[in-house]
């Protein structure tokens, strides 16, 4: 009896102990499974709407006599994506028969409506569209295309994704996911054991890694965690926050995360995340339009975005993709005829040079600088904006060449200083101040420094326009006025003597303002700067557009200011633009993700410089292009296409600039080395020839402004400012003054003269200092 | 002011002030794109024959007139006709106004942005975007604007009054009646209604 006693109190005991430990194990699996809960849920929602920024290029307009060739638009719907194609009969189609074009637009949500898909015939004559026209043959004034995605602003840790809802997942994506990696998705419950044993086996007989265990649930949990270790604790947490996924979310729901997370790629910095940018990445265009062979690969790729990348080894990719597609034959996911002639197709992934989403780094810099003013980081990392900008892809892209292609070719010249330089290239629409092509180093696609918004450089020359402006705006100085080229020196307040100097060192006496300012003749500017008033230069500076006004020394005059290319763009905007000031933009307009407008830097002028003094000056630059220091530009340009400029060289050579605007484009060249060493070029032999190029490549139209109500016309000479007439002289030029504006007459030749001797050039009889200064012009 | 101008130019001509051309006579410069300057680009405008009153007359008075009506006031330079919108223009404005009235006022920005980019050099344009910006509240945007006109349509009076008129209803909304007048008063002297 004692014994049977104490055996039961001996199981009781273990029975109790045992229970203890059951409830410890069963309160220790709720803690677990709470916090893990916890953690996976919070996750699985919060990153539900991390959406990045989808930045857009300015869109294509379209209307009847547009300068377009059928050639450039088939180049611009190729970058958009759009397939070439018989039919023609989808979203993102065209065909091309000569020159008419049929094209199939597709669907966009703009800014201020949802553009809904449409189809359009154009045809094209003699570089123009000469007819746009609908689906039902009526004509259409305007019409515009899809813009083209630029690039996203993602957070810091780099993820990047274009999120896409269910409506514009193809159906065969998530049938082919679930074939190839998850065959029991619908029916699992977070884990499938079968499967992990079935994969099992089925590596062991392939003899190579052919299926996974995980589930895509188990698989979406993973990416959620940046930590990449596989240890057992790992991939026990991971089983426990699938089965809880599972049960709180449904089977829709963890499909789209995942594919809108999964990792797909790597762009540098940018990690690829989710089928709708991977769509871009590899393709070009977007997910709905992509053809089963394209769907096929890109659930390939899911197994190892690197070791399947399709650019760097696409043999395995091929294999892989086809395994994916006899997979889906197999399963019955497609048709065996449908597998086999995928598998006869080639990869199609788009070029690594403009991966699908163009790579311009120096404008999105410009474009986050510009809306972190009115928006948060996680604003614009996190809420899924849309911003529309300013960039003309087209533009920046023949400025990309231009540029590289004048650097290559100094690289060869003889002077070793001239090798290896940087360079920059700013493009705007002065009218309305839109930043239309940006490009920050010589290697435009890399994103590093961008020297277009942070290199402050001495802009030499480029300042000199500025001075002649404050002169002409106090209302003493007209451009047939006499300013002294002649030496100056100046005691500086820490006591050092400044002596500039001119370009060819000699000093050429009185001469007018409009020659001091088309030879860019450094004396007479001092001269002219000190008699105007340091201080009501610096102003200038700042009411063309320069955020602070330069410090007030007398080598600010010669352009000893230092500024970036966006500053001087800014001041020249200024000029270009009948002195109207347009703060310079990037962004149009931002949508929120429900496509409601926000917060965006608006179109702004306002009246900054007097108008006639600004038109002077415009008409002065003019001729710094005709026989200035900028005419060698003019050599090849069409002779209609009148250009103004300003040529800028710093100290030593170490920096070569050059500004100069049509009637519709403003071009900021700069050219010089990171290191700031010499590069024996000048304003005119290192940028002007860039912004030559570019100039002659692009749709412009000629520099043509309208002379102001108070101003005339009147002709004087180019040396002694003195009036004359057309007929005499070669020395004589029309330039604007204001009515009534009193001006010296010139003494022999009177305006109404008529030529006696046709052979001599030269009426009237010279001053000696004439004859030197124009032989001493005439040298290159 | 009309008449010292005219004494001005009556000087200058006979002068024989030569060539009013600002550029190079050579080649008349191709009007791409949207340069011209507020002109339709191709077709050659018609200058319409604008009825304006006889100096003196009232409306109403015979047109038999006894004193010889001083001659209508050459210009220095020829009046530029009337800007007028390329259809594209046309069609982006008739959207933008739409938009208006609708009250879609960053719909309508958009549109006249548009429009902007295919003629950034019209000045009715800018005098539709100044009448946007009065919607918007946006008052002295307005008159930059109606100014930014001004300085496009020299020599077209029509296109001038119209600016006035915008800077005018700017100045006056802002409460500064004296400017206000003076402007609507320029705009009257342009193109009577």
């Known amino acids: 009896m004692a014994r049977s006693k104490r055996s039961r109190a001996t199981r009781r005991r273990w029975q109790r102990g045992f229970a203890i430990l059951l409830l410890l194990l069963l309160i220790a699996g709720t803690v677990i499974v709470a916090v893990l809960g916890h953690r996976i849920t919070s996750q699985f929602e919060g990153r539900r709407w991390t959406l990045p920024a989808r930045v857009y290029a300015q869109p294509l307009d379209l209307y009847v006599g547009q300068s377009l060739s059928a050639e450039r638009f088939t180049e611009e719907l190729r970058r958009l994506g759009y397939l070439a194609s018989e039919a023609a009969d989808r979203p993102g189609t065209y065909r091309r028969k000569g020159g008419r074009v049929d094209v199939q637009v597709r669907e966009f949500r703009f800014s201020d409506e949802l553009q809904p898909a449409q189809s359009l015939r154009l045809d094209f004559k003699g570089g123009r569209m000469s007819s746009l026209r609908d689906a039902q043959g009526s004509d259409v004034p305007v019409a515009r295309l899809d813009p083209l995605l630029i690039g996203s602003i993602f957070p810091t840790h780099g993820e990047d994704r274009i999120v896409v809802s269910p409506s514009e997942v193809p159906p065969l994506l998530p049938e082919a996911l679930k074939a190839v990696e998850d065959r029991k998705f619908d029916q699992h419950f977070g884990v499938d054991p079968l499967a992990i044993m079935r994969a099992l086996f089925a590596n062991i007989r392939a003899g190579q890694v052919e299926q996974g265990g995980s589930t895509l649930t188990q698989q979406l949990v993973k990416s959620y965690f940046l930590d990449s270790r596989r240890t057992l604790r790992r991939k026990a947490e991971e089983a426990v926050m699938a089965i809880i996924l599972e049960a709180r979310f449904d089977k829709a729901d963890i499909m789209n995360a995942y594919i809108n997370e999964i990792y797909l790629g790597q762009d540098g910095r940018r990690a690829v995340h989710g089928f709708g940018l991977a769509s871009q990445f590899y393709f070009g265009k977007p997910l709905n339009e992509l053809d089963l062979h394209e769907v096929s690969l890109l659930v390939a790729i899911v197994r190892g975005p690197s070791y399947y990348d399709p650019r760097r080894h696409p043999e395995r990719a091929l294999e892989r993709r086809n395994l994916v597609l006899r997979l889906l034959a197999e399963q019955r996911v497609v048709s065996d005829e449908q597998a086999e002639a995928a598998a006869g197709r080639p990869l199609g992934v788009t070029g690594s040079v403009r991966r699908g989403g163009s790579f311009f780094p120096a404008f999105l810099d410009l474009v986050r600088r510009q809306l972190r003013r009115d928006y948060r980081e996680e604003d614009l990392t996190e809420a899924g904006l849309t911003v529309f900008t300013t960039l003309d892809p087209l533009l920046q892209e023949k400025a990309e060449a231009a540029l590289a292609a004048e650097l290559k070719r100094q690289d060869g010249s003889k002077r070793e200083e001239a090798h290896g330089l940087e360079g920059v290239v700013v493009v705007t629409s002065p009218q309305t101040g839109e930043v239309i092509a940006m490009i920050g180093g010589r290697l435009a696609s890399m994103d590093g420094f961008n020297r277009a918004l942070d290199a402050r450089r001495p802009i030499g020359s480029l300042a000199k326009p500025v001075v002649y402006l404050t002169a002409l705006e106090s209302g003493a100085f007209t451009p047939a006025s006499i300013v002294q080229d002649e030496p100056v020196q100046l005691k500086l307040p820490g006591g050092q003597l400044w002596e500039p100097n001119n370009f060819d060192r000699r000093a050429n006496g009185p001469v007018t303002i409009v020659e001091a300012l088309t030879r860019s003749l450094n004396l007479a500017t001092v001269n002219l700067g000190l008699e105007v008033g340091l201080d009501r230069v610096a102003q200038t500076f700042e009411d063309l557009g320069l955020e602070e006004a330069p410090p007030e020394y007398p080598s600010m005059l010669l352009g000893a200011v230092d500024l970036s290319p966006i500053d001087v763009a800014q001041i020249y905007n200024t000029l270009a633009n009948g002195g109207f000031r347009s703060p310079l933009r990037a962004v149009r307009a931002v949508v929120d993700e429900d496509g409601q407008p926000l917060r965006a830097p608006e179109l702004e002028v306002t009246q900054a410089a007097s108008a006639e003094a600004v038109y002077a000056l415009d008409r002065m630059l003019i001729e710094v292009m005709e026989r200035g220091t900028g005419r060698t530009a003019r050599r090849q340009l069409p002779d209609s296409l009148v250009v103004a400029g300003k040529t800028g060289t710093s100290n030593d050579y170490r920096d070569s600039w050059f500004a100069g605007f049509s009637g519709t484009h403003l071009i900021v060249v700069w050219v010089g080395h990171d290191d700031n060493s010499p590069t024996a070029l000048t304003g005119t032999t290192g940028a002007l020839p860039v912004w030559t190029k570019l100039m002659a490549s692009i749709d412009t139209s000629a520099f043509e402004p309208l002379m102001p109500e108070d101003m005339e016309d009147r002709w004087v000479d180019y040396y002694t400012g003195r009036e004359t007439s057309p007929i005499c002289a070669g020395s004589a030029l029309s330039l604007p003054f204001m009515i009534g504006a009193r001006l010296e007459a010139s003494e022999s030749c009177l305006p109404g003269d008529a030529v006696e001797d046709e052979t001599d050039q030269l009426l009237q009889p010279s001053p000696p200092d004439a004859v030197e200064r124009r032989r001493r012009y005439k040298q290159p | ?193």
């Open chain 2, 1 to 193: 002011m009309r008449v010292l101008r005219c004494l001005l130019v009556g000087v200058l001509l006979l002068n024989g002030a030569c060539s009013i051309q600002p550029f190079k006579p050579e080649s008349p410069v191709a009007a791409t794109g949207g340069a011209a300057q507020g002109r339709a680009a191709g077709s050659a405008p018609e200058l319409e024959s604008v009825k304006e009153p006889v100096p003196g007359m009232l409306p109403g008075d015979d047109l038999q007139i006894l004193a010889p009506a001083p001659m209508p006031l050459p210009r220095e330079r020829p009046a530029a006709p009337p800007a007028t919108l390329k259809p594209a223009s046309q069609a982006l404005v008739n959207q933008a106004q739409a938009q208006r009235r609708k009250g879609d006022l960053p719909g309508a920005n958009v549109s006249l942005e548009r429009a902007l980019r295919i003629e950034p050099n019209n000045p009715l344009l800018w005098i539709e975007m100044g009448r946007l910006r009065m919607d918007q509240g946006n008052l002295p945007q307005a008159e930059s604007m109606g100014r930014k006109a001004l300085a496009m349509s020299v020599g077209d009076d029509r296109t001038q009054a119209e600016a006035w008129r915008l800077i005018g209803e700017s100045l006056k909304a802002r409460g500064k009646n004296p400017q206000a007048e003076e402007a609507f008063e320029r705009a009257r002297e342009l193109a009577p209604l």
